[in-house]
């Protein structure tokens, strides 16, 4: 009898585990389906993996302008799928240059009353939890990886300033075709041509098709929110050199402490210093010029508002305080600075505007789209200081990922 129960036990242990191991095939097979699914409408860098009753969902948007509109479009996926019985929840990873940057969670429960009419959009979306960061992917395979792939971006540049008689407004118009290489977690290469279209500035050199910004930057994601990126290269205003960036987060992405220092000197193609037409070839000095500053952050929820004030040293020693305020109409900002500096103060108005289409083509080895949106600034005075920006920065890799702009944005996005 005693050898029967253990013939017995043994035929029902293996019968268990083998149902475990069916039912865990299953969910592996359905996982690598939706992977399939979600890379096929264009999504980089895709891992599904199931954790406690969790579905988790991790992506890189590279096809649609705006995140939060990429974020229903996936949701739409996950719909039109049947998902195993067993999950309770659905956790969205949204990843740029594979960083995890923000975590949107939602109630498998609240997508079907949606799906059934049960409650609105309004209502699901109420009841989604967004939080800044994210746990990264682990082990987990992943599909249709962005890495060492080319983007090629086509960006205007405007620029407008006081003339004299007869012209009392000039302009200047640039054509600056732009090369996005991903490569591993964190890091980007970018390099730009500027291709002068029409100037009526009276700057040595404008009219000559130059070098723009070529610069290596490599972010690293820090524990509690906070981050670090390192850029090297040529960057604009004609500078050429290293800087190194933090931020940290707090309450959930809506306050932020940035900083960043730099070490850079001159160069410029064509030739221009002290001569009156530039001509062609390169010069350049020492990088022996320290600039640096320090900024605080607050987005305020109820206006979807940033207000950011900045003080530091630019360049050639010169000091500035800067105080901005951007509102933000879902993917357009309007906004106003001041500025002391010590050549006096000015002020003025920013604005970004984006650039269709809405959806761009699925990307490949070598991807070409325009830019997401073309960015003017007026100044109403030429008292300023010389700064530069190294390409890409931590506060543009978090830009519409805020939490509750998040939230704000799928309530009043149309399908």
């Known amino acids: 009898m005693k050898y029967l129960l253990l013939i017995f036990g043994w035929i029902l242990c293996s019968f268990y585990s083998m149902r475990a191991q069916e039912s865990a095939m299953i969910l592996e097979e359905w996982a690598t389906d939706l992977t399939t699914k979600i890379s096929k409408e264009g999504y980089q ?3 599904v993996q199931i954790e406690d009753k969790t579905l988790q969902i991790y992506y890189e948007n590279r096809v649609q302008r705006f995140e939060p509109r990429a974020m229903i479009a996936l949701i739409q996926i996950i719909r039109a799928s049947h998902l195993p019985l067993d999950i309770e ?3 969205l990873v949204t990843q740029r240059l594979q960083l995890s940057l923000a975590t949107t969670t939602f109630a ?3 997508l079907k009353n949606w799906e059934e009419g049960l409650i609105t959009r309004e209502a699901f979306v109420d009841k989604i939890s967004v939080q800044q960061g994210g746990n990264p992917i682990g082990k987990t ?6 890495n060492y792939r080319l983007e090629l971006e086509l960006k205007p540049e405007i620029g407008l300033g006081l003339g004299g008689f007869p012209d009392p407004v000039i302009h200047r118009f640039f054509f600056v075709p732009t090369l996005n290489t991903y490569l591993w977690k964190g890091a980007q290469l970018q390099m730009e041509l500027i291709l002068p279209i029409s100037s009526e500035f009276e700057i040595p050199g404008e009219r000559f098709i130059r070098p723009g910004i070529f610069s290596f930057s490599q972010t690293v994601s820090l524990p509690k929110n906070t981050w670090l990126q390192g850029a090297v290269g040529y ?7 290293g800087r190194l960036s933090f931020a940290k987060f707090w309450l959930n ?3 932020s402490l940035t900083g960043r220092v730099g070490l850079t000197g001159y160069a410029s193609y064509p030739k221009k210093l002290g001569l009156e037409k530039a001509i062609k070839g390169w010069e350049y000095d020492d990088p022996t010029y320290l ?3 320090v900024g605080v952050n607050y987005w305020f929820k109820q206006w979807n508002t940033t207000v950011r004030v900045v003080y530091g040293k630019a360049l050639f020693g010169k000091t500035q305080l800067k105080l901005t305020c951007l509102q933000r109409f879902q993917e357009v900002d309007i906004g106003f600075f001041a500025q002391k500096t010590q050549r006096g103060n000015n002020y003025g108005m920013q604005l970004n505007l984006p650039i269709a289409p809405k959806k761009y083509w699925k990307p490949k080895r070598l991807s070409v789209r ?16 010389e700064n530069y920006i190294t390409g890409q920065s931590i506060i543009n890799l978090h830009r519409h990922l805020n939490p509750e702009f998040i939230k704000n944005s799928l309530s009043s996005l149309s399908n």
């Open 45 to 47: 860098s895709v891992g």
């Open 89 to 91: 929840q659905i956790q």
């Open 108 to 110: 498998l429960n609240d």
């Open 141 to 146: 395979k992943t599909s249709n990886s962005g």
């Open 235 to 241: 960057f604009s205003n004609n500078r050429y050199g």
């Open 253 to 255: 992405g809506s306050l």
């Open 291 to 293: 600039d640096y500053n």
């Open 370 to 385: 325009p830019a997401r949106s073309l960015n003017y600034t007026y100044q109403a005075t030429q008292a300023t200081v």
